[in-house]
């Protein structure tokens, strides 16, 4: 299903038509749904199971984090990535930087030491940056009504929050919280995926467009917004032992299947969604006194839930 910018109103009337009939089925004819009421009264059709082929998993030892990557960002990052994953280059190695409401960060504590540093085998070290990626190369956008500050179009391409310039033709991923990234230098080709982090503060938007950004947290985010701040600069660990050690990453797809963390994912391209956007932009359950009729995008959740058994 294919839904551009400018069909937001009719997804948007779909979303209502929906809502009143699950009212109607209630019997709450005065009460616009909540976002529980949405999920509550999704249907399957409105989810979707992770690919596997596209989905990682961080093990630490307090647990697993998961990433869903978005090749159609960033196709040559998410390629490194996996490779290096492929090749084990991530076991072993650490959480190396906290920074409170900021970043977490992973990587290899040796790489500025060519001498010590983690040799990558069949992987590359470095990419030319992909900050953003042609609009035409997104197979799905639902825009938001609301303006945005950062980009002239904000909305969700698939699973992920996004933005676009329709004069640039660009795309790219909204920086949000549990957005993960490729960690670089000044030089704007200076990553290539050997060194990410997770976002785990208030949304810095002002990456966008200086950073490659190549997927988000899906589950586990508490594993990583938790850890203690770093009390170097920029929240980097100034000892070694406070590293937290990664354990293992893995592709989803090569992990066995009863090994695999089962998680559906709300499609963002439905009604249920249009109508799951409306209530955040207008809360109305008993809590709120003053619904504002605004929303960012970084402030949409995508519902995530357990998976079937296959």
């Known amino acids: ?54 989905t990682l998993y961080l093990d630490l030892k307090a647990g697993r984090v998961v990433i869903e990557l978005a090749p159609a960002f960033a196709p040559k990052h998410v390629a490194n990535i996996k490779a290096l994953v492929a090749e084990g280059y991530f076991d072993g190695l650490a959480i190396l930087r906290v920074q409170d409401n900021y970043v977490v960060q992973w990587g290899d504590p040796d790489a500025d030491d060519k001498t010590r540093q983690r040799p990558i085998k069949t992987a590359q070290r470095t990419l030319k940056a992909e900050f953003t990626t042609s609009s035409a190369n997104i197979a799905s956008f639902v825009r938001l009504p609301d303006a945005d500050g950062y980009a002239a179009q904000t909305g969700f391409s698939g699973d992920f929050a996004s ?13 949000c919280y549990g957005t993960v990234g490729v ?45 203690p701040r770093g009390t170097a600069e ?36 439905t009604p249920t969604f249009a109508a799951l956007i409306e209530s955040r932009r207008n809360r109305i359950d008993d809590f709120y006194k003053t619904p504002l009729g605004h929303i960012d995008v970084c402030s949409v959740p995508i519902p995530v839930r357990p998976g079937r058994a296959p």
């Open 1 to 54: 299903m294919r839904i551009e910018s400018g069909l937001f109103g009719v997804v948007g009337a779909l979303a209502l038509t929906w809502a009143m009939n699950v009212l109607a089925a209630d019997g709450a004819a005065k009460r616009p749904p909540t976002l529980a009421d949405v999920v509550k009264n999704s249907k399957a059709a409105d989810w979707h199971a992770l690919d596997p082929a596209n």
């Open 163 to 175: 933005a676009r310039d329709p004069k640039l033709g660009q795309a790219w991923l909204a920086h």
């Open 183 to 227: 960690g670089r230098d000044l030089g704007v080709d200076s990553g290539g995926g050997a060194e990410l982090y997770a976002v785990i503060g208030q949304a810095p938007r002002w990456l966008e467009r200086n950073i490659t950004a190549v997927g988000r947290v899906v589950q586990g985010m508490e594993l990583l917004s938790s850890l």
């Open 234 to 269: 920029m929240g980097f660990y100034d000892k070694p032992e406070q590293r937290v050690r990664i354990e293992r990453v893995r592709l989803a797809a090569d992990v066995p299947e009863g090994e695999r963390t089962r998680l559906e994912i709300m499609r963002t391209d």
